[in-house]
């Protein structure tokens, strides 16, 4: 039942009645029956102990334990320990088989209370599986509310927990006066797992009832609802933290509100605070701080350290004659604080700086930046942290990942990722990310990595050929770096910018030609070695970086590119996004995937040899206005598609998506393989009734299906995808282009849009609708940033010709009016139409089955594979392929992938 349902219940009762705890006087008087145990051996457990007197009944023993297989929790906090500690253990043990660390972490106020339930453990021989800890009982202040709860300061949670973030929390505790609870969640709401599940115990008593609705106001707990089992059960999931102002305003709020019953927690006011001399426990802040010695871009973002957001820390490297340089020119910094140096560090915008970072927090992450072969700066560090000031740069950045415990360890230089370096950092993080756009270093263990990102196409599919999560992602430009520049006039007439070093053979023909034939000047390491090449010496300027190297692209008219010899055919590096963010003309070598990023002739230009790039060139200095278009048009482009922010969102919903994976997979249930699809028996059309057509809506179908998808995502993820997530993809890449739109018609719980972004390797404008409320909820709820409609594909709300490619996603076969399903994906493509995972029978007339699915009766269709084409060439599709998935050609079935080219 709804909290709101409850609380107007309890309200009315209330004043009928004239008595406290009405809901849970009127349950008790509900005649009990006797309760029996579903597991046998839980209740044998259970039978050996006296539950009189604990705390949870048998019943709600029981329906825990059901909730807990359902979301199989890898950790567990509870407040109050007794017969839940029993049965958690036992549970946990049953999920997860004897671990040698624990797996239920209990906080009890009372010693004895702790040392019984240990002993009743012990006898079980399921002591490990628990952690205690004693806490008493004092008054604090927790936002606006001054109560009386668990004293758990924060060293004292980051010393019990480890690096452990519980995802279930079982409140039975503390006992005492109405609202003492209320306390619990705040508390601890920075050490478990953002969307943690939340279970009350003795949920029909005023007092929880109050605390929970003070919860859901104050946006700690978002509630599903209550449970009338034993004393009641309230049942919700932590919701993800709320920016300080955000609460302060909600507090604010709340004041205004008359509490629903006289029972709620009180309010704080100033001479509470100064005056109860009982107050013996510090304030739980609203805001939040930054970790020690790491500096926070923006006064809003949250610090690594309170766990409120998803967290990353990166690991980045610089150019050791940039460090030199910068001190240099700064020699005060030298002896200055950590903070002071590091900010200096990025503000001079060296490489990418802190732009990663930055994109990040603006996507919802709390994010910092490690430099880690800055000596000076490490050695600050140490010194403020009172660790070894002697210690190799390096290992400072181990003892920073091991103070921040970040979710994602995001290294941005293969380099450091020694075999000692990765085993060290491991047990301090969820998730290792590499990102490489150089050549690989052969000391770099690749297999530590649990996603590799890369701007080079080919470096993808030789990792995914290995077997290893990749991503293709392009480097960007942060517009912030305008602002510092400010405006310059274009007095360099032409220029290149970037390395001449053995990794860059290409390159010394195409600008020794270049120094002979027009006004180049060059900056950038190694640029004197042209010298040898006959270059003069007042062309070369010399090593450039950060604010320096953009002022020289900011005065340029035409600035000229060219790759790293091991980019092969892929235009990836970062003078792409530079160049034209600081609008200079952009010359750059032609590349296969180019013109996915730019329009080339129209937002950049590109050559194919020497030659050809100094006629260009040529061209472009005496024709000024066609020049500066061109690099307007360019500079345009990368700043409204090639942003850190833009990237960056991209990159938070992936780390996202694989910590899910690693460390929030196993709540789905385990797949009952033979329930997927069983019973089939052959019916005639009429027989298919209103509540067959509508099975697929049935709510006790999403997550088991999302369950056997989770399997087939981690084959995916391994380098071996099922043949159903391949063939589409295969059967769509001729078609596929970056950012393209795609509709896919029964999308289910929208895992195509991951699989098909993943083998694809693109972005994809991507919209899915399906007939089913409850397969939405899922989508949206795994792929919050997607699109995602409750439509009926007989009848789509588009208009004609307007969604280049439309996939009917294995739908056909579930819909009694498939004919007009082919009409309207015909209708609303453009370019291509595909039906996916389409039965057929090439001698066989069209029939019709009922089976179950996921223990949900419901009906299938087998076409005849003529009268299905024929459906399709009548709305004037032309058929291009199709792609055979399964079949038994002695049973004359068949399951086929078709792609029609849409009626033009």
């Not at 406290?20 to 006087?25: H, I, R």
């Not at 704080?268 to 500096?295: C, M, W, Y």
């Not at 309170?306 to 910068?326: D, K, S």
Request: glycine share 6%; charged share 25%.
């Amino acid at each position: 039942m709804p909290l709101e349902v409850c609380l107007s219940m309890r309200d009315q009762l209330a004043i009928e009645l004239g008595k406290e705890d009405p809901l849970a006087m009127l349950f008790q008087c509900i005649p009990s029956r006797p309760w029996k145990f579903q597991h046998v051996e839980l209740e044998r457990l259970m039978a050996s102990e006296t539950l009189g007197g604990w705390a949870l009944c048998a019943e709600t023993v029981e329906y825990l334990i059901e909730k807990i297989e359902e979301y199989r929790p890898s950790a567990i906090l509870e407040f109050g320990s007794g017969t839940s500690s029993l049965a958690l253990a036992w549970i946990m043990t049953r999920l997860h088989g004897d671990s040698s660390m624990p797996r239920v972490f209990s906080i009890d106020q009372a010693a004895n209370h702790i040392e019984q339930t240990r002993a009743v453990l012990q006898r079980h021989d399921l002591v490990g599986m628990v952690r205690f800890h004693h806490a008493e009982l004092v008054l604090q202040t927790i936002g606006s509310r001054v109560v009386r709860c668990y004293n758990l300061p924060t060293e004292v949670l980051e010393q019990f927990l480890g690096s452990v973030r519980p995802d279930l929390i079982l409140i039975d505790g503390p006992a005492g006066e109405n609202g003492i609870r209320f306390g619990t969640v705040p508390l601890v709401s920075e050490f478990v797992d953002p969307n943690a599940v939340v279970i009350v115990d003795d949920g029909l008593r005023d007092s929880e009832l109050d605390t929970a609705d003070q919860w859901d106001r104050l946006g700690y707990v978002q509630w599903e609802g209550i449970r009338w089992e034993g004393k009641g059960l309230l049942s919700g999931r932590v919701r993800p933290a709320l920016h300080a102002s955000a609460r302060w305003w909600l507090e604010r709020v709340e004041r205004t509100i008359r509490p629903r019953s006289s029972f709620a927690p009180p309010m704080a006011s100033e001479n509470v605070a100064q005056n109860d001399q009982r107050v013996t426990a510090s304030r739980v802040p609203l805001k939040t701080h930054p970790v020690a010695g790491h500096t926070v871009a923006r006064a809003s973002s949250p610090s690594l350290s309170t766990r409120v957001q998803p967290t990353c820390l990166f690991v980045n490297t610089y150019y050791p004659g940039f460090l030199e340089q910068h001190y240099r020119r700064r020699p005060e910094l030298l002896s200055a604080p950590y903070e002071s140096q590091h900010a200096a560090l990025q503000a001079a915008c060296f490489g990418d700086s802190d732009f990663y970072s930055f994109g990040l927090r603006a996507a919802g992450w709390a994010a910092q930046d490690v430099i880690a072969n800055c000596p000076s700066l490490q050695r600050q560090w140490a010194l403020e942290r009172a660790c070894d000031p002697a210690s190799a740069p390096l290992r400072t950045a181990l003892d920073q990942i091991a103070q921040v415990r970040p979710q994602v360890l995001y290294l941005q230089d293969l380099n450091v990722a020694t075999r000692e370096f990765m085993a060290e950092a491991r047990p301090h993080v969820d998730l290792i990310v590499g990102q490489i756009a150089s050549p690989i270093p052969p000391h770099a263990q690749l297999d530590g990595f649990d996603v590799l990102i890369s701007s080079f196409p080919h470096f993808v599919e030789t990792f995914r050929r290995q077997g290893r999560v990749a991503y293709y992602q392009p480097l960007a430009f942060d517009p912030r770096v305008l602002e510092r520049l400010g405006r310059h006039q274009r007095d360099h007439a032409l220029t290149f910018v970037g390395g001449v070093s053995p990794a860059h053979e290409g390159r010394y023909e195409l600008l020794t030609a270049l120094a002979k034939s027009s006004p180049i000047h060059f900056w950038g390491y190694g640029t004197q070695a042209l010298l040898q090449h006959g270059v003069e010496a007042n062309q070369l300027h010399g090593d450039v970086w950060g604010l320096d190297m953009f002022t020289v692209l900011a005065r340029s008219t035409i600035t000229v590119n060219h790759h790293i010899d091991v980019a092969q055919s892929n235009a990836n590096n970062m003078r792409l996004f530079e160049a034209t963010g600081c609008g200079a003309l952009l010359v750059t070598d032609y590349k296969d995937n180019l013109n996915d990023l730019f329009e080339i002739g129209d937002e950049v230009v590109a050559y194919r040899s020497v030659a050809e790039c100094a006629d260009m060139i040529a061209y472009y200095l005496n024709h000024h206005d066609e020049a500066s278009a061109i690099a307007k048009r360019g500079q345009a482009r990368t700043l409204r598609d090639h942003t850190y922010e833009a990237r960056m969102r991209h990159t938070a919903e992936l780390l996202d998506r694989h910590l899910e994976m690693k460390i929030g997979a196993n709540r789905l249930p385990d797949p009952d393989l033979g329930r997927i699809s069983y019973g089939r028996k052959e019916i005639e059309p009429g027989q298919v009734t209103v509540e067959l057509a509508q099975s697929w809506q049935s709510d006790r179908i999403p997550l088991q299906q999302r369950a056997l998808v989770q399997h087939e995502l981690s084959a995916m993820y391994r380098g071996d995808p099922p043949d159903v997530f391949r063939t589409l993809a295969e059967s769509l890449r001729p078609y596929v282009r970056p950012n393209i739109e795609l509709l896919e018609i029964g999308c289910a719980s929208g895992y195509y849009y991951e699989v098909l972004e993943y083998l694809l390797t693109t972005r994809l404008a991507y919209l899915g609708i399906d007939f089913s409320d409850a397969m939405i909820r899922l989508a949206r709820a795994y792929y919050p940033g997607v699109r995602f409609e409750i439509g009926d594909g007989s009848a789509l709300r588009f208009q004609e010709r307007s969604i280049p490619i439309v996939i009917s996603s294995g739908v056909l076969l579930h819909v009694r009016e498939y004919a007009l399903h082919i009409a309207e994906a015909a209708r609303v493509a453009s370019e291509a139409v595909v039906f996916h995972r389409t039965p057929i029978a090439r001698r066989a007339e069209t029939k019709h089955f009922t089976k179950f699915a996921y223990g949900v009766e419901t009906f299938e269709i087998r076409f005849n594979e003529e009268e299905f084409l024929s459906l399709c060439r009548n709305v004037g599709m032309e058929f291009i392929t199709m792609h055979r998935i399964g079949s038994e050609p002695e049973r004359d079935e068949l399951e086929v992938t078709y792609v029609f080219r849409a009626p033009q």
